[in-house]
């Protein structure tokens, strides 16, 4: 087995599908929870050119030498997506983690997809390992990756 190459790609995160879906999330609790949990973000509100909704777009320091970009939008309690712009693996792990363990419902409840997948046909979101630390998770996210890159 090669090597798992650490790309950057757009990472998607979303809540799982089926009847009991979603986050019970509003843009205003993301935005609190990316205040409480990192040293001061950057927050901004927009309108979406794509979809005409309200999107909330962020700057994020998750670690020393982990910062991320990203827009969320929550449409209902059922709809929602966190996009991190241009990341690894690495990085995407540290956020996956944070939003699996301290924003969403469950565990169960984040799924996710790359851009890179994205381009190759896979559109088709994969559940977030539901147990696990930063390493497992980050190692699910290479995993992914290099299944799409090979």
Not at 113 to 129: I, Q, R
């Given at each position: 087995?090669?090597?798992?190459r650490?790309?950057r790609?757009?990472?998607?995160?979303?809540p799982?599908?089926?009847?009991?879906?979603?986050?019970?999330s509003?843009l205003?609790?993301?935005?609190?929870?990316l205040?409480?949990?990192f040293?001061d973000p950057?927050i901004?509100?927009?309108?979406s050119a794509?979809?005409s909704?309200?999107v909330?777009?962020f700057?994020?320091?998750?670690a020393?030498?982990?910062?991320v970009?990203?827009t969320?939008?929550?449409?209902g309690?059922?709809?929602?997506?966190i996009?991190?712009?241009?990341?690894t693996a690495?990085?995407a792990g540290?956020f996956?983690?944070?939003?699996?363990d301290?924003?969403?419902?469950?565990q169960?409840?984040?799924?996710?997809?790359?851009s890179?997948a994205?381009?190759?046909g896979?559109?088709?979101?994969?559940a977030?390992?539901v147990d696990g630390?930063?390493?497992?998770v980050t190692?699910?996210?290479?995993?992914?990756?290099?299944a799409i890159?090979?």
């Amino acid at each position: 087995m090669t090597a798992a190459r650490n790309i950057r790609t757009n990472f998607s995160f979303y809540p799982s599908p089926g009847p009991e879906a979603g986050w019970g999330s509003s843009l205003e609790s993301l935005e609190r929870a990316l205040r409480e949990a990192f040293p001061d973000p950057y927050i901004d509100y927009r309108t979406s050119a794509v979809h005409s909704m309200t999107v909330l777009d962020f700057e994020a320091v998750l670690a020393p030498d982990v910062v991320v970009n990203g827009t969320a939008a929550v449409q209902g309690s059922d709809y929602a997506y966190i996009t991190l712009i241009d990341v690894t693996a690495d990085e995407a792990g540290v956020f996956a983690l944070w939003l699996r363990d301290r924003f969403t419902p469950a565990q169960h409840a984040v799924w996710f997809a790359s851009s890179l997948a994205m381009a190759n046909g896979e559109d088709a979101p994969t559940a977030l390992t539901v147990d696990g630390d930063v390493a497992e998770v980050t190692r699910q996210l290479r995993e992914h990756l290099t299944a799409i890159d090979e």
